[in-house]
């Protein structure tokens, strides 16, 4: 049976790339997308998402959420992603409809229906997935896993603390880590080693149409160098994890989030049990970054 999953996202590339392979990939069953504020505003996201599934005719239900953090002011990383979040391909307008009611009661409603648990990947802030608990924590015995990018216990990429997901909403990734559900996270240490170099871009060029409009947003982006160490592919970590896992090494570990001061959003890892020996994550703590980027590659290649 395919593992049914709903993924909330920024589009914003890599979560493009992240898309791509989710949407595509016969093990899984993308059962619905919802966007939220992040990279770019809450309006591009969610076009950005219709774009995405308009690209690949995708019948998968979307839903936009919230556009702004829970308390935080909101913050964006245009600088990373481009104005709209994934300039640099010409994508048609889309006519797609979403979904009438926020993403929060849309990603409740799915859990509830579903026939089987759900996994919910979030690969933005994670304002949606703290308001879905608190509103209804009914959705919680529905709830596989909760995988997250986001974090970083290698100093943050927003500033020399926080990584932009987390830094974002802080007060929404506190409720969601601490919900007591099976949480798997991806931060900085591992994503930022999720590398496509340049030759690798240029592979992908010739991969088709999805590799065309790819190769055309990874040349827009800005997350990482492509003349020195590559791209950093921090999304797609969490979709090669759901069918690769051998890809990663995992620590079972505490982790609590700086809620305010210069170093809020800051993910804090008490891997010596010094201050609990409760664990609330599956933390990922390394990659095997030529099985990554092979299976990136191969991935793409069976797509148009
Ligand atoms: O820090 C990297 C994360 O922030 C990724 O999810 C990227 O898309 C941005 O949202
Ligand atoms: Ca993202």
């Known amino acids: 049976m395919k593992r049914k999953v709903i993924i909330d996202t920024d589009p914003g590339i890599d979560d493009a790339a992240a898309l791509t392979i989710a949407l595509n990939n016969p093990e899984l069953k993308v059962e619905l997308v919802s966007t939220v504020a992040g990279n770019v505003n809450l309006d591009y996201t969610t076009e950005n998402a219709k774009k995405i599934l308009d690209f690949f005719e995708k019948e998968v239900p979307l839903a936009a959420g919230s556009s702004i953090p829970l308390l935080r002011e909101y913050e964006d990383a245009s600088e990373f992603h481009g104005e709209t979040g994934m300039g640099g391909y010409d994508f048609p307008e889309s006519s797609r409809q979403l979904l009438p009611e926020h993403a929060v009661v849309e990603i409740k409603n799915k ?9 919910l990947v979030t690969i933005g802030p ?16 529905k709830i596989e896993e909760i995988v997250i990018m986001g974090g970083s216990t ?3 990429n927003t500033n020399s603390a926080a990584e932009f997901n987390i830094k974002v909403d802080p007060h929404a990734a506190q409720i969601v880590v601490n919900s007591g559900l099976q949480i798997t996270i991806f931060g900085l240490r591992v994503t930022s080693k999720a590398l496509l170099n340049k030759r690798d871009i240029e ?11 790819l190769y055309s947003l990874f040349t827009h982006y800005r997350g990482g160098d492509l003349e020195k160490h590559g791209l950093m592919m921090h999304d797609i970590c969490t979709i090669c994890y759901l069918v690769r896992p051998d890809i990663f090494k995992f620590k079972e570990t505490h982790l609590e989030v700086a ?7 800051a993910t804090v890892v008490d891997f ?5 020996d409760r664990k609330n994550v599956k933390l990922a703590v390394k990659i095997d970054q030529k099985k990554f980027r092979d299976w990136i590659l191969a991935e793409i290649k069976k797509l148009k």
């Open 154 to 156: 290698v100093g943050g």
């Open 203 to 213: 592979l992908i060029k010739g991969l088709g149409q999805t590799g065309d409009m």
């Open 272 to 276: 010596a049990a010094r201050y609990t």
């Open 259 to 265: 809620l305010a001061g210069p170093a809020a959003g």
């Open 111 to 119: 859990i509830l229906a579903a026939d089987a648990k759900v996994t």
């Open 126 to 141: 994670l304002t949606n997935a703290a308001l879905l608990l608190n509103m209804y924590p009914e959705v919680k015995e």
